[in-house]
């Protein structure tokens, strides 16, 4: 989350996030991810900055073509897992003051980076083992620009953004416990993506939309320490 634009401040935070994905295409995929955080955010005047460490368990479901050598009729397949994720996640963010238009308070520009090392991740299909993902550290590098609109509440604010995504990372796979180089591989792409959010107090909810048709419902709430 990006912040606004005060005085001179610092606080160290803990607290929990919840978020769910699902796809508009034909993949049915559909995701579940919880977790707890803890951090410290300080601004001065427009700049605000921050840095966050957490665990997040991930649940996924996936429906995917079986077109294994040992099926004989290849059909659709349920694909899931689970596994956890620890990440770091510095960020920096300008706040432009909008005196002009009394609807919309602020422009913010703000980029983040998102480091996370993933857990090993047992793929079943059908309930049976399938594969293990070997643990993958990723790194994530994002831009995002938000206007802000006072809420009725004091402490209320709605944001409606664009946000572009670098993210980079390895993994790699094993079948039957022997590893499958041909198949590990790296990934290495962009993701652009529209948000819509608000911050009451400390609580904070954000829906976003993607180029890969990813509708993505995020909510978190922090408590100062």
Not at 71 to 99: C, H
Not at 165 to 188: H, K, M, N, R, T
Request: net charge negative; aromatic share 14%.
């Amino acid at each position: 989350m990006f912040g606004g634009c005060t005085p001179w401040g610092q606080s160290i935070y803990a607290g929990f996030s919840y978020g769910w994905a699902e796809t508009s295409n034909s993949d049915h995929f559909d995701s579940e991810t919880y977790g707890g955080f803890a951090g410290l955010r300080g601004e001065y005047d427009a700049i605000s900055y921050g840095f966050t460490a957490g665990y997040l368990h991930h649940e996924t479901d996936h429906q995917i073509s079986d077109n294994r050598p040992e099926i004989t009729k290849a059909g659709l397949v349920d694909q899931s897992d689970d596994y956890g994720t620890w990440f770091v996640m510095p960020a920096l963010s300008y706040a432009y003051e909008l005196d002009m238009i009394e609807e919309i308070s602020q422009v913010v520009f703000g980029a983040r980076y998102l480091g996370t090392l993933q857990g090993e991740r047992t793929i079943q299909l059908d309930d049976e083992v399938a594969a293990v993902v070997e643990q993958t550290f990723a790194h994530e590098v994002s831009a995002r620009a938000e206007l802000h609109a006072p809420l009725a509440t004091e402490t209320g604010r709605l944001r409606i953004g664009a946000e572009v995504l670098w993210s980079q990372g390895e993994y790699g796979l094993e079948i039957g416990g022997q590893s499958v180089p041909d198949i590990s591989s790296a990934f290495d792409e962009f993701t652009y993506r529209g948000i819509i959010g608000a911050d009451i107090g400390p609580v904070s909810f954000e829906v976003s939309y993607d180029n890969n048709e990813t509708f993505d419902v995020t909510a978190s709430l922090r408590f100062p320490l």
